[in-house]
């Protein structure tokens, strides 16, 4: 087959999952066209049935806002049809559904037909979406799509709660592969970052105001008073300054550390004891998932769709959003002796494996397959 594939390009979790995606199909002799203003990042390798075509959007002194939607449709109108495309697979509705609807309907007047499938992926409905400035186009392009897909159960009851959608949505579940996830810690990494065998907690997010990065903080200043333990922070966001002030507060500066973003998240999490993700909402958790799959177990709140993957007692525990005191103590639970948490990690690795790349990739090649016929 040979499909489109549109996406935010940055480190959030919908680029993350397009583009593994898209890897995995192209693994599979599948044709696979990136569309997207930036190369993604998760998108390392160079693999000849892999392309990627850059949306530019030309400015001009009128514009205070460049019409990056326009530039995108365009685009895909041309990389559909001078690539003979046999359908387009958009990730986050906002502005990618809307866009490939136009690419669809200019395609229409010169007997091209794309089917197009939209993939919700968590904020393009919570949050985004829903604001009344959005709302009616995002309604209107889910709807308007052939196949509309969410990345769990929560995600698609509340698309049904927030628009009025008239067509069936499919949970096809986030993905990781666990094999790459298996590494082993480099031990010069590990001992960098806890010289004398401390526990390592890991946070990982693009510290947006609802992953309540403080309270990350929070937790790790309670479980460090019992359990010698390090805080390692990936990513970067908005509340990092926040977050950097109240360790500063809190005197636990020497047991923080903040990495910025990184790409080499394999032998990251392979360090790792612990994930900690007390976000307000998550659609699914791509981030809990993979620390999952390198083994760790994840104390989160019992939020969206962390509910479809962590299983408090076995692969962690969860806590209502913001209640800290108890989070710190399913921490020190988990960690309180070796082999509690030996269990914890092994429990954590075959939930993970349930997501595994093997397991669900073959749902949107089953899902194109429909559309093909
Ligand atoms: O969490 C973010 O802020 C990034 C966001 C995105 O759109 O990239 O992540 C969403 O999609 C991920 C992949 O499906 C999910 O794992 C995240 O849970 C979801 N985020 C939220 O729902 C807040």
């Given at each position: 087959m040979k499909i489109g594939i549109v996406c935010y390009p940055t480190f959030g979790g919908s680029g993350v999952l397009a583009t593994e995606l898209g890897k995995a199909l192209a693994q599979k002799g599948h044709q696979v066209h990136f569309i997207t203003y930036?190369?993604?990042?998760?998108?390392d390798v160079y693999v000849p049935n892999i392309f990627y075509h850059e949306v530019h959007v030309p400015t001009y002194p009128l514009f205070d806002y460049p019409p990056y939607e326009t530039a995108l449709a365009s685009t895909m109108v041309d990389v559909i049809k001078n690539n003979d495309l046999d359908l387009l697979h958009v990730h986050y509705a906002i502005p990618h559904a809307s866009a490939a609807y136009m690419a669809k309907k200019i395609l229409e007047k010169e007997n091209k037909k794309i089917p197009v499938i939209t993939t919700l992926h968590g904020t393009d409905i919570t949050l985004v979406g829903r604001d009344k400035t959005y709302a009616p186009v995002v309604t209107f392009s889910i709807n308007e799509s052939d196949a509309i897909t969410a990345v769990s159960e929560d995600l698609r009851n509340e698309t049904y709660r927030s628009f009025n959608i008239e067509k069936n949505i499919e949970v096809i579940y986030n993905f990781v592969d666990v094999s790459r996830f298996s590494r082993k810690p480099i031990d010069a990494f590990k001992k960098a970052m806890a010289p004398n065998g401390e526990k390592i907690l890991l946070h990982v997010s693009n510290f947006r105001r609802l992953k309540r990065v403080p309270d990350v903080v929070k937790v790790f200043y309670e479980v460090q008073k019992t359990i010698p333990s390090k805080l390692l922070f990936v990513g970067d966001g908005p509340e990092r300054p926040a977050a950097e002030e109240l360790c500063r507060s809190l005197g636990i500066c020497d047991e923080v550390r903040f990495v910025g973003k990184q790409e080499q998240m394999e032998d990251i999490l392979a360090i790792g004891d612990l994930f900690l993700l007390p976000s307000?909402?998550?659609?699914?958790g791509l981030a809990a998932l993979e620390a999952m799959a390198a083994g760790m177990p994840v104390v989160s709140t019992n939020v969206g769709g962390l509910k479809e993957i962590n299983i408090p007692g076995e692969t962690g525990f969860m806590a209502d959003v913001g209640d800290v005191a108890t989070m710190a103590r399913q921490v020190i639970t988990t960690l309180k002796d070796d082999d509690t948490l030996k269990a914890f990690k092994m429990q954590a690795k075959s939930q993970a494996a349930k997501f595994d790349i093997h397991n669900i990739v073959p749902l949107y090649e089953k899902l194109y397959e429909r559309f093909l016929r």
């Open positions: 930036r190369e993604p990042v998760r998108l307000e909402y998550e659609s699914f």
